[in-house]
C-alpha cells in the first residue's frame, strides 16, 4: 500500500513533540510505511496536488481543520481517500465525520481500514470505511466545513496578526481581535441570489455551512451528516452591538433561537452578490481574498475519507 503523508510542520509541536515527528511514529507503529512530507504554507496546495498525481492508495494530511481542506481540494473529485490525523486545535472536520482525536488512533483507524479493504488482516482493530462525503466550493475553492465574510473574516485576520506580531497565545489573540473588530462593527451589504429571489441584506456576517449545523443545546456547532447534498445559508439579521454580543453569548451557552436570531436556508447552490470590489472571506478558519460576485455550489459526495 502506498501511503503519502502531508504534515503541516508550521505550528510544529504536537502533545508528545515534534509533530512531523509523531506523525512518523503513530503511522509506522500502526503498520504504514507511509512517505512523510513536512508541508507548510503556501507549499501545501503544490504539495497536495503533487502527491495526488502519484495516485497513492491514501493521502494522510495531518494538521487542524485549514490544512486538512487545503489538501483535500487536490482529492475532490478523484477515488484517492483522505486520511485525517488531527493536529488542530479544535479539529472540527474530524470530529463531524468521526475520527478519533487522538493521533495514535486515528493512525490505527487508517491502516486497518486500507488492510480491509485491501483483503488483508486487521491487527486487532475494529476497521472503518472509506467514506463519501459532500464539499463545499466558492468561485472554484473548496471548504469541507464552512465559509463566512463580514465579522468573522476580520476577526481571524487580526488574531493571526496578534500571534505573528506580538506571539501571543491564539486564544488570547482571538479575545482582543474580537474587541477590536467588535468596536468597529463593520457591516457588509449584500444581495443573495437564490434563483428563486434576490434578497438583498444589510448584516454583520453571512455564514455557509457544508451541510446543516446544529443551532442550539449541547450539540451547537456540529452536524449530524455531511452527505445530505446541501449548503446551508445563515443570514445574520442586523442588529446592534449589543444584540450581536447577546447572539455569541446565546451560542456559548447553546441557546441559539434560530427564527430570531437570523434566517436560515438550505441551497444547492446560490450567489452573494456585493458592491466591494474584494471580499474577505473565511474558509475553514483561513481567510482569502475572493473577487465578487461569490457563486456557491455544494459538490455532493465529492470528497473519500477514511472514516469509522
Not at 498525481?53 to 481543520?65: C, L, N, R, T
Not at 486487521?122 to 463566512?148: C, H, K, Y
Not at 438583498?200 to 456547532?221: D, K, L, Q
Amino acid at each position: 500500500m502506498k501511503a503519502i503523508a502531508l504534515i503541516n510542520a508550521a505550528a510544529g509541536v504536537a502533545a508528545g513533540g515534534d509533530r512531523v515527528a509523531v506523525a512518523g511514529e503513530e503511522l509506522r507503529a500502526a503498520g504504514l510505511k507511509p512517505e512523510i512530507r513536512p508541508v507548510q504554507g503556501t507549499d501545501l496546495e503544490r504539495a497536495a496536488r503533487d502527491a495526488a498525481a502519484q495516485k497513492p492508495d491514501v493521502v494522510i494530511v495531518g494538521g487542524g481543520d485549514g490544512t486538512v481542506s487545503t489538501a483535500a481540494g487536490a482529492l475532490v473529485g478523484t477515488r484517492i481517500p483522505l486520511g485525517v490525523l488531527p493536529f488542530g486545535t479544535l479539529n472540527h472536520f474530524a470530529r463531524d465525520v468521526g475520527i478519533p482525536p487522538r493521533p495514535e488512533h486515528a493512525a490505527r483507524l487508517i491502516a486497518d481500514t486500507l488492510r480491509a479493504t485491501s483483503g488483508g488482516s486487521t491487527e486487532g482493530g475494529a476497521p472503518g470505511r472509506v467514506r463519501e462525503v459532500d464539499v463545499g466550493e466558492v468561485n472554484g475553492r473548496v471548504f469541507l466545513n464552512n465559509a463566512s465574510i463580514g465579522l468573522y473574516p476580520h476577526i481571524v485576520s487580526k488574531r493571526q496578526r496578534q500571534q505573528d506580531r506580538l506571539g501571543r497565545n491564539k486564544w488570547v489573540a482571538m479575545l482582543v481581535a474580537f474587541a477590536s473588530v467588535f468596536r468597529r462593527y463593520p457591516m457588509v451589504k449584500v444581495v443573495v441570489d437564490t434563483g428563486d429571489a434576490a434578497l438583498p441584506r444589510t448584516t454583520p456576517f453571512v455564514f455557509v455551512g457544508n451541510n446543516r449545523y446544529e443551532m442550539s443545546g449541547f450539540a451547537a456547532g456540529s452536524r449530524a451528516r455531511l452527505d445530505a447534498g446541501a449548503l446551508s445559508l445563515y443570514l445574520a439579521h442586523r442588529t446592534g452591538r449589543f444584540g450581536l454580543l447577546l447572539l455569541a453569548l446565546r451560542v456559548l451557552v447553546g441557546r441559539l433561537d434560530q427564527a430570531a436570531e437570523f434566517e436560515s436556508m438550505d441551497l444547492q447552490s446560490f450567489r452573494v452578490e456585493t458592491p466591494k470590489k474584494t471580499l474577505k472571506t473565511a474558509l475553514d478558519g483561513e481567510v482569502v481574498r475572493l473577487v465578487p460576485p461569490l457563486e456557491f455550489r455544494v459538490r455532493p459526495r465529492a470528497l473519500r475519507v477514511v472514516a469509522p
